[in-house]
C-alpha cells in the first residue's frame, strides 16, 4: 500500500529550541495532515492543509502542502516540554476517498 | 471540545474469542471511522461508514469483522474470532462532513492471548 515516509523518526531536543520534521510520499497527496499523539491517547489534529504551496501556522506550529503535493514539513518554534509525543502527517490520495493514510511518526523528546 | 467516547478502554480475550469494540462518535457527526495501531507502528484505516453502510475498506478488514450503528449513538466494531495479530489499539473517529476536523476517540487496547 501507499506509504508516508517521515524523517526524522525520532528528535531529542532542549527546551527552546526549534523542531522540523517531514513527510515525503511517492505519489500525489490531495489533503495534508498533522497530528499528535500523546502516550495512550488517539491523534489530535493540529495543522490541516488542502492546497499545494499552502502554509498554515497554529501558534508556534507552522506547516505546508509541499508544491509537487508530495510531501510537507511541519515546524515548532520554541519547544516546550508539553511538546513531547509523536507527531504523524497523514493524507488522501484523491478526491474519491475520505480514508487517511498515515506517516511512520516522528518521535519528540524535549528536555528542560 | 466535543468527544469521541470509546469504550473499554482496555480488553483482554482469549484467541478465537469474538470481542465488541463499542463507540460513541460526536452526535451531530455523520461519518464514522475505524482504525487500528500496532503497538510503535503507524496508524492504519480499517473501514469507514456512512448512512448505514461502509463506504470503503482495507484489506486489514476481511470477514473476521464488521461494524454496527445499532442505534442513533453508538458505533461498534466486532471481530467474530480474534487472533493474535489483532492485538493492536483500535481507534474510532468521527467527521462531520468532507474536509472538516476529523476527530479520534482515545481508543481500546486489544490484547489477544
Known amino acids: 500500500g501507499q506509504q508516508l515516509n517521515q524523517s526524522p523518526q525520532s528528535m531529542f531536543i532542549q527546551e527552546g529550541e526549534d523542531v522540523s520534521m517531514n513527510c515525503t510520499s511517492s505519489s500525489i497527496f490531495n489533503t495534508w495532515l498533522w497530528y499528535k499523539q500523546d502516550p495512550g491517547e488517539g491523534p489530535v489534529l493540529l495543522i490541516a492543509l488542502y492546497k499545494a504551496g499552502e502554509l498554515t501556522s497554529n501558534g508556534r506550529l507552522t506547516a505546508q502542502f509541499g508544491i509537487t503535493r508530495k510531501d510537507s514539513f511541519l515546524n515548532i518554534s520554541a519547544s516546550i516540554p508539553s511538546d513531547v509525543g509523536i507527531y504523524f502527517c497523514?493524507?488522501?490520495?484523491?478526491?474519491?476517498?475520505?480514508?487517511?493514510?498515515f506517516g511512520t511518526g516522528t518521535r519528540l523528546q524535549v528536555f528542560p | 471540545e466535543p468527544e469521541v467516547t470509546q469504550t473499554p478502554s482496555h480488553q483482554v480475550t482469549q484467541m478465537g474469542q469474538e470481542v465488541i469494540l463499542r463507540c460513541v462518535p460526536i452526535?451531530?457527526?455523520?461519518?464514522f471511522y475505524w482504525y487500528r495501531q500496532i503497538l510503535g507502528q503507524k496508524v492504519e484505516f480499517l473501514v469507514s461508514?456512512?448512512?448505514?453502510?461502509?463506504?470503503?475498506k482495507s484489506e486489514i478488514f476481511d470477514d473476521q469483522f464488521s461494524v454496527e450503528r445499532p442505534d442513533g449513538s453508538n458505533f461498534t466494531l466486532k471481530i467474530r474470532s480474534t487472533k493474535l495479530e489483532d492485538s493492536a489499539m483500535y481507534f474510532c473517529?468521527?467527521?462531520?462532513?468532507?474536509?472538516?476536523?476529523?476527530?479520534f476517540g482515545s481508543g481500546t487496547q486489544l490484547s489477544v492471548l
Open positions: 461508514f456512512y448512512n448505514n453502510e461502509i463506504s470503503e
Open positions: 497523514a493524507g488522501n490520495e484523491n478526491y474519491n476517498t475520505d480514508k487517511l493514510i
Open positions: 473517529a468521527s467527521i462531520w462532513g468532507a474536509n472538516e476536523k476529523l476527530f
Open positions: 452526535s451531530n457527526h455523520l461519518y
